[in-house]
């Protein structure tokens, strides 16, 4: 019927595309786990297009009008500077969940160190990237963030190199500021891209680590041997995952950039759009803005974004300002900046343990768990309240998480050690976590209703937080103790035919993304609505996900056969809630 | 049943151009600039640069001044025609064709060869427009465009060389004997007796004629419109932001 085969083997003596020499691995590595860099990295690729394409009109002399004409006259111009954001937040959140992935399964080892160094370097300038991109906007959060930026040199390195610094980054000279800012941003940009590179190349020389199922958690063999009869050819089978990854990511972003902004004003750190001082408006000639951005401008408080809020909160510990003259904020520099990169730095080179059992690798596993807890805790803290606090205060909220990572670790590894694990030793965990949640309720009723300030809640809020992050760690180390029964590798077995079910999914994949490109080529007005038409690019990105997942299943139905199609239909479900969000923003 | 297996494949390949093709009239739309509004032709008295008229009988035959019109970066000639020994020529009406390949066009070559004063109408693709003649006290006034249309060259590179005198390396002898507006950057030569025809490729069309008016009484001359091709490089021949269009006057220097 169709002789597809021919085009492709027409391609292939030409292209030689399965001849590439990246690492080959087999077919049960083409899980999500094992794919969390190509989220990164598609997410990169769609800030580098649409950041060149920002480029068209952006206006250093001044940005504050450049913005306001991109988001309100150009066609597309909405939708390409909150696309922007919306995959810089996906770009930085998807590495933090790549970091701790690869932190938990101990991928950082030996022969790997370099690979993790790497990342860590392309991880710092990533944000110091994302620091740049957003101070372009001239917006209230960039203005502050320059302003905080300056002030957190300065008064770290000193009265001289404070400010030799802060000219490199900032200009002295305000009318030229812009300029620096942009060439800074795209120079960083670059940089990024060069560096994610090299860690790509690092990783590629060692393949990814061997899943502990198949080594059961020990640290051989150090790579997957390139002879294993299961290996998936780099091409169409690597080619086309990462093509369908890629597009679902594209579109998850931009779904989400829609979502958010039919929905308006919800949080400024979820708000796609710039948030304009209107006085500042009016001075780069914007007479008559809209109301919803003056409505947005009201509503908004200094805050960073979401990625800076725990340096940010860490600011605010004012305890942490030491008394030397000029260089006051040097302590909280190293807490926010230095000490987090260099306790990750650090890991392979301590962790020398020959399991990758998240278990026996102490350090790691508490500090670099209790890392994470603390990022999340301080971005909720700074989110919720402003304001300095007190040593104690302080202490307790981190307290919390740490007793209980700690506890739960020892427990857990004595247990899975086959150690006695004592009653009395679990009775004290209990009572400790019990005790977080009885101590505050008890103070409150205590002190009576004067106590419970807004900031109160707030504190009490991120303790809160701390503790169940803290006990869904230690849950998740819990479900790496071996279970008694040697595990099954069931083999799977279904059909190796593409059934009729499967097939109509893609037709109306296929159908989504006819109609989604001919309404944007034709119907939908961009400046009319924006939400809709970033909705309809979302419905593209996605119904072509579905599409050439469609294509990746047939090429893989031998390796990975049809079983039912509950398995078959998650990827085509995104499709259709993008399909059904789309039309209920546009109509 | 292979074949729906192939039919998956096929459905993916048309989803990879599908949202490759999908993207690129929203990219197209956004990448593409305003175009400037369309300006009505302002009506432009022309003045030397002490600010005091241009009289028609100030101007010297054969010599060679420039003047912008309509808009302030768009240069024109302003030549006051005449024979070997500097005696006006009177310039004829004629009805000439917007665009026009000498190489190609035997009629426009024919008819452009066939006598200074009886130029018929010519035809080329893209219509025909009315070159008006020349004006003033000999009818031997004409103004033209002063950028090629070939590639946007202007002068010195474009220059009128008055009969007699011989661009550098003519490319031909009609060209050699003089008389012409001549392009060094690619050879173009266009007759401005003639309404400013191509005589020379690879010009593809007349320079465009700047419509000028003498008044009998005071002498003075106004620039008021652009007719033909439109002027190379340009979106229309007034589109631009009106403080980019030439105002009330508009000033003339002699360069040779």
């Known amino acids: 019927m169709f002789r597809s085969n021919n085009l492709a083997e027409w391609l292939e003596e030409r292209l030689r595309l399965s001849h590439l020499p990246f690492y080959r691995v087999p077919y049960n590595y083409m899980t999500l786990e094992f794919w969390i860099g190509a989220i990164v990295a598609s997410s990169f690729m769609l800030l580098v297009i649409t950041g060149l394409l920002l480029l068209f009109y952006y206006k250093p002399d001044n940005p504050i009008l450049a913005n306001y004409e991109l988001i309100t006259e150009k066609p597309f111009g909405r939708f390409l500077l909150t696309t922007h954001l919306y995959a810089a937040h996906a770009m930085i959140f998807s590495a933090i969940i790549h970091l701790f992935r690869n932190m938990y399964r101990g991928a950082y080892k030996k022969p790997r160190e370099l690979v993790w160094l790497a990342g860590i370097v392309t991880g710092l300038i990533m944000i110091q990237t994302a620091f740049f991109g957003y101070s372009l906007i001239g917006d209230k959060i960039a203005e502050e963030a320059v302003a905080i930026g300056s002030g957190l040199v300065s008064n770290s390195f000193g009265p001289y190199w404070g400010k030799v610094l802060v000219a490199l980054a900032f200009d002295i000279d305000e009318a030229q500021r812009y300029y620096r800012l942009l060439a800074l941003h795209i120079i960083l940009a670059g940089l990024l891209g060069l560096l994610f590179m090299l860690h790509f190349g690092l990783f590629e020389q060692q393949g990814p680590q061997p899943s502990h199922e198949e080594t059961g958690w020990r640290t051989k063999p150090e790579r997957i041997p390139q002879d294993r009869e299961d290996l998936a050819p780099w091409f169409p089978v690597n080619f086309l995952y990462m093509t369908f990854l890629g597009l679902g990511v594209w579109g998850f972003i931009v779904l989400l950039n829609a979502i958010s902004q039919a929905a308006g004003f919800v949080h400024q750190l979820l708000y796609p759009l710039p948030i304009f001082d209107p006085e500042k408006l009016a001075a780069a000639g914007v007479t008559d803005p809209p109301e919803w951005m003056l409505e947005a401008a009201e509503k908004t408080r200094p805050m960073p974004p979401w990625f800076l809020v725990y340096a940010f909160k860490i600011f605010q510990l004012d305890f942490l300002y030491i008394d030397a003259i000029g260089y006051s904020a040097i302590l909280i520099f190293i807490i926010s900046m230095i000490l987090p990169p260099l306790i990750l730095s650090v890991f392979p080179f301590i962790d020398r343990h020959e399991s990758t059992h998240p278990l026996d690798r102490p350090i790691p596993t508490v500090v670099g768990g209790l890392l994470i807890i603390y990022l999340v805790q301080l971005t909720i803290w700074g989110a919720l309240s402003i304001g300095y606090y007190s040593l104690t205060t302080t202490t307790l909220i981190f307290l919390v998480p740490l007793i209980v990572v700690v506890m739960g670790y020892w427990i857990l590894a004595r247990y899975k050690n086959g150690e006695p694990v004592g009653a009395g030793l679990v009775l004290a965990f209990t009572v400790i976590i019990l005790l977080v949640f009885i101590a505050p309720g008890a103070w409150i009723v205590a002190k009576g209703s004067q106590g419970a300030s807004e900031a109160f809640w707030a504190d009490l809020a991120t303790m809160m937080i701390g503790l169940a992050l803290a006990i869904g760690y230690v849950a998740l180390l819990a479900t790496s103790l071996p279970s008694g029964e040697s595990v099954q590798r069931t083999v799977q077995v279904g059909s190796r035919d593409i059934p009729l079910p499967l097939a109509l999914l893609v037709v109306i994949d296929l159908f989504l993304l006819i109609t989604s490109v001919l309404l944007l080529a034709l119907w939908v007005d961009p400046l009319a609505s924006p939400a809709g038409t970033t909705a309809l690019v979302a419905l593209l990105f996605l119904s072509a996900y579905g599409v050439v997942h469609g294509a990746y299943r047939a090429v893989v139905v031998d390796k990975i056969p049809y079983t039912w199609i509950g398995r078959e239909l998650p990827p085509h479900l995104l499709v259709y809630i993008a399909a059904i969000i789309t039309a209920a923003i546009l109509v | ?256």
């Open chain 2, 1 to 256: 049943m292979t074949s729906r297996r192939d039919f998956l494949k096929v459905l993916g390949a048309f989803g990879l151009v599908g949202v490759a093709g999908g993207l690129a009239p929203p990219i197209i739309r956004y990448v593409m600039p305003p175009i400037p509004p369309q300006q009505p032709f302002p009506r432009t008295k022309l003045v030397w640069e002490d600010g005091t008229p241009v009289k028609a009988s100030e101007l010297e035959v054969n010599k060679m001044y420039l003047f912008s019109y309509p808009m302030v970066n768009t240069p024109n000639f302003l030549l006051n025609l005449g024979d070997e020994n500097g005696n006006p020529i009177e310039i004829p009406p004629a009805e000439l064709p917007i665009t026009m390949d000498p190489t190609k066009d035997e009629s426009a070559v024919f008819k452009a060869q066939g006598g200074r004063v009886e130029i018929g109408r010519i035809e080329g693709r893209g219509g025909v427009y009315r070159f008006p003649g020349g004006i003033g006290p000999n009818k031997s006034i004409v103004a033209y465009s002063g950028i090629c249309q070939h590639f946007a060259c202007f002068y010195p590179a474009l220059k009128f060389f008055p009969p007699g005198a011989s661009p550098p390396n003519p490319p031909s002898e009609a060209v050699a004997k003089g008389g012409v507006i001549f392009c060094a950057c690619h050879g173009s030569a266009y007759d401005p007796y003639r309404g400013a025809i191509v005589t020379e490729a690879p010009a593809p069309s007349p320079l465009p004629a700047v419509i000028l008016e003498w008044d009998p009484n005071t002498d003075e001359l106004w620039a008021v419109r652009v007719e033909g091709s439109t002027i190379t490089g340009k979106f229309c021949n007034t589109c631009a932001q009106p403080e980019e269009m030439v105002g009330d006057t508009t000033t003339v220097k002699q360069v040779a």
